[in-house]
């Protein structure tokens, strides 16, 4: 067990899923913020247990090629970028590693290399933000949490976000503190505005926002109107209503106060409308080139029935229609499921049904209809599969199963469970719709082929840049 508040000198050998740099010093391993691959430190232990410890780098012994100058006055201190000291070549190459890491390890695979899709900026990509709000000496801010805490780092410009979602957060926070609009406290459960939530659409450029608050009403909102109206590209104002304590952002309930209550975009050619809680990936160039990577790795035909679990508002479902005989998209929030079937009118899809329910009850009941897909589609959130979802595939018996996830860890697990039941990983490919950010996204393609007639596929990242420009 290593000693608090003592120094040693180590060297950098791994990172967490978090983006930490990892240490081995005595045996233990050791959790250091601000650290890249290869460099040698001199590091203070801030907190020691038996077999981890955490500290900070107090001197760079031997410093990084790969380490910059962060461009982000509060980079250190915000929770949002975890990667503004290292260059992009870094930052891609560890991504990359944490998928393959996470199948072989996890999974059993024996992958020698996992292809990334790295973005083409890391600038102003973010279609979504959600920034929680403060208040310090009787005057009220807005920014994002330091990692680890609920504790609110003020931010004048996010490098990630377009600039028209800081004017949005900018505008928001002159009503508040012109007209004393109370901010809530999560310690008293007291006080009206919770978050600002603002979506912006990457081609349309339309503009909702989203205020979460602590009622039902808030005052002025003419003011605030004509505020966010001077936003070019400003269509809708909601609000979200939650008055439970908690950490959940939006509530069940939204109430437009201005405009449709929704904006729309445009992804993979189709048009898709867009509400506070639909899902919708925040990176638009990047969830494009995913999608058609995992189209193209489902390999549909006109005779195939294609079910979509975790759908969101139908981007890859309707996508997915054009190749198939039929799709079926489920989704457990009903927002959203109105949203993916006005999508598909919209777009003039007549082979798409949609679903409202969680999805492995969703996958039993279709089953026990007599509804067999050819190939299916998962998207789930970071917690993965649930054991339902695993059993009701592995009873469909699909040809092919497209695994999307944001989260290598739980992706593997889900992976070992259904080779247990007779599939094979055919293909793996991350993709970085998060640049300067922790998370990765990446997608597994399994297929119910005999080991004899197992081919491993490699992912031609050149052919889908192309596409994708």
Not at 11 to 18: A, R
Not at 164 to 190: C, G, L, P
Not at 416 to 422: C, I, P, V
Request: proline fraction near 4%; hydrophobic fraction near 40%; charged fraction near 25%.
């Amino acid at each position: 067990m290593l000693n608090k508040n003592q120094i040693y000198e180590a060297v950098i050998t791994d990172y967490t899923s978090e983006g930490q740099g990892v240490a081995k010093i005595d045996g233990c391993a050791v959790f250091i913020p601000n650290a890249i691959y290869g460099e040698r430190v001199r590091v203070k232990i801030d907190k020691a247990a038996k077999t981890w410890a955490s500290g900070r780098i107090l001197e760079l012994l031997e410093r990084s090629p790969h380490r910059v100058s962060r461009d982000c006055p509060v980079a250190k201190l915000c929770g949002g970028c975890s990667f503004r000291h290292m260059d992009y070549e870094e930052e891609t190459r560890l991504k990359a590693e944490r998928v393959r890491t996470c199948l072989n390890r996890m999974a059993g695979e024996n992958l020698e290399t996992v292809p990334i899709l790295a973005a083409p900026t890391c600038e102003g990509y973010r279609n979504k933000a959600q920034y929680p709000v403060a208040s310090q000496k009787n005057r009220s801010y807005a920014g994002f949490f330091r990692a680890g805490t609920h504790q609110v780092v003020e931010n004048d410009r996010c490098r990630i976000l377009p600039e028209e979602t800081d004017r949005v957060k900018d505008a928001v926070m002159d009503y508040v503190n012109q007209f004393r609009v109370s901010v809530y406290d999560e310690t008293t459960h007291k006080g009206l505005l919770r978050h600002i939530y603002v979506r912006r659409g990457a081609v349309s450029h339309q503009i909702l926002v989203c205020l979460v608050v602590n009622g039902r009403s808030i005052p002025k909102v003419p003011e605030l109107v004509a505020r966010l109206k001077k936003i070019p590209g400003f269509t809708t104002l909601v609000l979200s209503v939650n008055t439970k304590p908690g950490n959940t952002i939006l509530g069940d309930e939204c109430i437009t106060l201005h405009g449709p209550g929704y904006i729309e975009d445009t992804l993979c050619g189709l048009n898709f409308r867009l509400s506070p809680r639909s899902f919708y990936q925040v990176n638009h160039h990047q969830a494009q080139r995913l999608y058609e990577a995992a189209i193209a790795q489902a390999e549909i035909t006109k005779d195939d029935l294609v079910l979509d679990l975790y759908c969101g508002v139908g981007t890859i479902t309707l996508a997915m229609a054009k190749a198939a005989g039929k799709v079926i998209g489920v989704e457990v929030v009903p927002q959203a499921v109105a949203d993916a079937r006005d999508n598909a009118v919209r777009n003039g899809i007549e082979n798409a049904d949609f679903f409202c329910g969680d999805a492995g009850a969703a996958a039993l009941d279709l089953e026990a209809k007599g509804i067999r897909p050819d190939v299916v589609v998962v998207d789930p959130p970071r917690k993965g599969l649930n054991a339902d979802t695993v059993e009701a595939l592995h009873r469909f018996s699909p040809r092919r199963i497209v695994y999307v996830s944001c989260d290598p860890a739980t992706l593997a697990r889900d992976v070992a469970l259904l080779k247990d039941r007779g599939y094979r990983v055919k293909n793996a490919l991350a993709a970085d719709l998060f640049p300067r950010c922790a998370h990765v996204e990446s997608i597994v393609c399994l297929s119910r082929e005999k080991a004899d007639d197992y081919i491993r596929v490699s992912i031609h990242t050149e052919d889908l840049q192309a596409k994708a420009n």
